[in-house]
């Protein structure tokens, strides 16, 4: 590990001579990244955050690294920590500090009081702006540094969780400053949660463990977006699908969409595989493990590693056994034993590299052009949570539609008159 080792840039990342292999694992990405290159572009040369402070906190990848180089060109005085203690990629964090000249604060496997170290580093750093995924660097900021609040133009948040949390901190009257909700954005959940979770999680799955998923029975737990697209990837590798849920609207989707729902009381003895995609605490239990088969995996790719219960596992376990690669054996005392992937952290990022370029393109340009959005109207916006701007959304599909090369249909001007009236009926 090198900690403030380069002149005037404080850092601690594991090791800078990863930098070069960081760089070009950054430059293959960007390849995948046509619409934040526009961003970037412009506000190289417009410095919309000339004199502002951002904090990102975001799992640090070869994608992150394109946001952060993009808000730098843009004049941003900004620093990058990590947010997860696995999902960090060492080389990525070597390069952006050695060759960009960002202070980055990640290393991947960072324990729990490394992690709340570099959120404090963080907002030492007196933050305007927050990039935040899954709000940890936000409620530390209301909890425990008051006095900072005022230099506060806004928050904008990445992930479902971090919208529940921020929805939370409304609730209870004490976000004193605007939210982007960029999770929400049409560009960003329709593509990230749903194709980017959806491959991401089962490329994790098979780095970790090397398992054929056809003909695998495999859980997915939660039918959000998450989980829609995992389901729909793993039926498309052979598995035979069970979903489980709480909201009775959903339930009927997945029925619809062709899968088995049912209880995980029900499903826990039928499968091999289980993946929580929940955003919820304990959504696989002691009574669970008890009657799961012999050998069955399971996995996490929600935000934070509290979907599954391993501390209750742990406590049953006679024996704890590293396997391969982010892959652990617990031995029960019935003799039979659970897998689990990634110490049930996002295995998606755990074990794979995240959601692929394309859709964190989207992604990362919502989070661009939120922090744009929040400067252009500080001081005007109420405490709150605030919708990407519809215009902005499609602006974003669009340019991604014409670096893919697609065109699209334009209404015709009977087609306009059309639907602005109601006389024209049966
Ligand atoms: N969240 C999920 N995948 C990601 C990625 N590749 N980069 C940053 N954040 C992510």
Redesign the pocket.
């Known amino acids: 590990m090198t900690a403030t080792a380069a002149p005037q840039l404080k850092h601690e990342v594991k090791d800078l001579a990863l930098a070069p292999l960081g760089n070009q694992r950054i430059e293959w990405a960007g390849r995948e990244m046509p619409v934040l290159k526009q961003i970037r572009d412009r506000f190289a040369k417009e410095k919309p955050f000339e004199g502002i402070r951002i904090v990102a906190c975001?799992?640090?990848?070869?994608?992150?690294a394109h946001?952060a180089i993009a808000l730098k060109a843009g004049g941003a005085d900004s620093i990058l920590i990590a947010?997860n203690p696995l999902?960090t990629q060492d080389d990525v964090a070597a390069c952006l500090v050695a060759d960009y000249g960002i202070p980055v604060f990640a290393i991947k496997g960072e324990d729990s009081e490394t992690y709340n170290r570099h959120v404090q580093i963080a907002l030492d750093h007196r933050p305007n702006i927050i990039i935040d995924?899954g709000s940890d660097v936000v409620a530390t900021l209301v909890k425990e540094r008051k006095e900072q609040l005022s230099d506060i133009i806004g928050t904008t948040e990445?992930?479902t969780t971090g919208i529940v949390r921020l929805r939370a901190m409304l609730n209870d009257g004490v976000l004193s400053f605007p939210a982007m909700n960029v999770n929400d954005a049409d560009t960003k959940h329709f593509f990230?949660n749903r194709y980017?979770?959806g491959q991401?999680t089962l490329d994790g799955i098979i780095r970790a463990t090397n398992v054929l998923l056809a003909g695998k029975t495999t859980v997915v737990a939660g039918y959000g977006w998450c989980g829609k697209g995992t389901a729909m990837r793993a039926r498309g590798l052979g598995a035979n699908v069970i979903v489980t849920e709480i909201d009775p609207i959903k339930a009927i989707e997945a029925v619809m969409d062709g899968f088995r729902v049912m209880p995980m009381a029900e499903a826990a003895p039928l499968a091999d595989l289980f993946i929580t995609v929940t955003g919820n605490k304990h959504v696989i239990r002691p009574e669970h493990f008890e009657v799961m088969k012999d050998g069955a995996i399971v996995c996490n790719s929600g935000h934070f590693d509290i979907e599954i219960d391993l501390k209750s596992l742990g406590a049953k376990a006679s024996e704890v056994k590293d396997v391969r690669p982010f892959t652990q054996q617990y031995k029960l005392p019935s003799g039979k034993s659970v897998v689990v992937l990634g110490e049930g952290r996002?295995i998606?990022?755990a074990a794979a590299?995240?959601?692929?370029?394309a859709?964190?393109d989207m992604?990362?340009a919502n989070q661009a052009l939120g922090c744009e959005y929040l400067v252009k109207n500080t001081g005007k916006l109420e405490p709150g949570l605030y919708s990407i701007p519809a215009e902005v959304d499609k602006d974003i599909a669009r340019l991604k539609l014409q670096a893919m090369g697609i065109q699209i249909d334009t209404l015709t001007a009977e087609q306009v008159e059309y639907i602005n009236s109601w006389t024209s009926g049966t």
């Open positions: 975001c799992h640090v990848t070869t994608e992150t946001l947010s999902s995924d990445e992930t990230d980017g979770t991401s996002l998606n990022l590299e995240g959601h692929p370029s859709v964190m992604s990362f």
